[in-house]
Nanobody
Framework: VQLVESGGGLVQPGGSLRLSCAAS????????MSWHRQAPGKERELVASISSNGGVTNYQDSVKGGFTISRDNAKNTVTLQMNSLKPEDTAVYYC?????????WGQGTQVTVSS
């Protein structure tokens, strides 16, 4: 099983980034996918999730209206479009796949929002 995140980097406040996660080794189209983040000294937190068919999405209150999660089951990818980024969005962002009771995690990608 592999989940490989990409798209992180350094961006100025108000800017945008698009994170991607490429999945393999499990039945992606039946997995609930989500993005989580962990800032230094803080616990990992859920940012956004998307149901297996993409019909249901959920967001942490602090990112509603700015972040959009989507998936492509034909390509086994899930993306997180992040707009209007703020310094408090700085964290390592992780992709997670949940298939039944089994969870898979990526290695994370760093997002730094700073001027």
């Amino acid at each position: 099983v592999q989940l490989v995140e990409s798209g992180g980097g350094l961006v100025q406040p108000g800017g945008s980034l698009r994170l991607s996660c490429a999945a393999s080794g499990f039945t992606f189209s039946r997995a609930v996918m989500s993005w989580h983040r962990q800032a230094p000294g803080k616990e990992r937190e859920l940012v956004a999730s998307i149901s297996s068919n993409g019909g249901v999405t959920n967001y942490q209150d602090s990112v509603k209206g700015g972040f959009t999660i989507s998936r492509d089951n034909a390509k086994n990818t899930v993306t997180l479009q992040m707009n209007s980024l703020k310094p408090e969005d700085t964290a390592v962002y992780y992709c997670k796949g949940l298939r039944g009771s089994v969870a898979y995690w990526g290695q994370g990608t760093q997002v730094t929002v700073s001027s």
